[in-house]
């Protein structure tokens, strides 16, 4: 006798279905999907910019607390106190100028089906087939 619970038994699984009333299927371009799996290129601009504003700031503090026993070291800090929020606001400006909203994409996705909104009513009996590209050509004639 087969064991119903073998992976060589000929009984078939039971299935439950959940009637769904419609499915909305969206196209994505690959740079839009690139965009949504990535974040936008401008992200490393805002990160290095965060990085050089905390590394300034902490050497204000440096500045502000520590006796310095060599006139390098305090130049060296007082370079990077200098360049360091300067090149940081031109990189946040950079990104604030070239920033991609992973909201307005997702926006401009979703607006793509024929500006329906996700709840519109939809026809009691959809198409069942798919269109065959035979299905669209005109009879010559």
Not at 5 to 20: A, E, L, Q
Not at 75 to 84: D, E, P, Q, R
Request: with cysteine; charged share 25%; hydrophobic share 40%.
């Amino acid at each position: 006798m087969v064991n119903p619970n073998s992976p060589h038994s000929d009984k078939k699984p039971f299935i439950r279905r959940g009637k769904v009333e419609f499915v909305n299927l969206y196209e994505v371009k690959e740079h839009e999907l690139e965009l949504l799996e990535k974040g936008s290129a401008g992200t490393l601009q805002f990160n290095f910019a965060i990085f050089l504003f905390s590394i300034a700031l902490t050497c204000i503090a440096a500045l502000a607390t520590a006796d310095f026993k060599w006139d390098l070291a305090k130049t060296i800090f007082t370079f990077i106190t200098v360049i360091g929020p300067l090149f940081g606001g031109y990189l946040m400006l950079s990104w604030w100028r070239t920033r991609a909203s992973l909201k307005e994409v997702v926006s401009v996705i979703r607006s793509r089906i024929n500006g329906q909104a996700p709840d519109a009513q939809i026809p009691e009996e959809p198409e069942t087939q798919p269109k065959t590209p035979e299905d669209n050509e005109e009879p010559n004639g």
